[in-house]
């Protein structure tokens, strides 16, 4: 079993910075396929960005390309989420997930039905 742990959310205006970490307890697999995934009020949780802690791929949402940077301190099984540029549409509850590929396979899915571990979320609300 995996446990994570979200925190850095807040209220910022548009044009705000956050940065969002999820600290993950248990047992750490050495592939790991780990996401970030926003759910706004009254919509669908989609994700954001997600990346393969052994292989260091990256992968974003084209809605945060450019602003948003996913990364990992494997030191202290943290996972990160810069968010910069933040505007109204950005605000959601971010949840971290993970979950380890079969065979240990580098590419990771964007399907949010393919991640086993979840966080409780925090919240981000960007103001006008």
């Known amino acids: 079993q995996v446990q994570l742990v979200e925190s850095g959310g807040g209220s910022v205006q548009a044009g705000g910075s956050l940065r969002l970490s999820c600290v993950a307890s248990?047992?750490?697999?050495?592939?790991?396929?780990v996401a970030w995934f926003r759910q706004a009020p009254g919509k669908e949780r989609e994700g954001v960005a997600r990346?393969?802690?052994?292989?260091?791929?990256?992968y974003y949402a084209d809605s945060v390309k450019g602003r948003f940077t996913i990364s990992q301190d494997r030191a202290k099984n943290t996972l990160y989420l810069q968010m910069n540029s933040l505007n109204p549409e950005d605000t959601a509850v971010y949840y971290c997930?993970?979950?380890?590929?079969?065979?240990?396979?580098?590419?990771?899915?964007?399907?949010?039905?393919?991640?086993?571990?979840w966080g409780l979320g925090t919240q981000v609300s960007v103001s006008s």
């Open positions: 990346m393969n802690t052994a292989y260091g791929r990256t």
């Open positions: 248990g047992y750490i697999y050495s592939t790991m396929c």
């Open positions: 997930a993970a979950y380890a590929p079969d065979g240990g396979l580098a590419y990771c899915t964007s399907l949010k039905g393919d991640y086993t571990y």
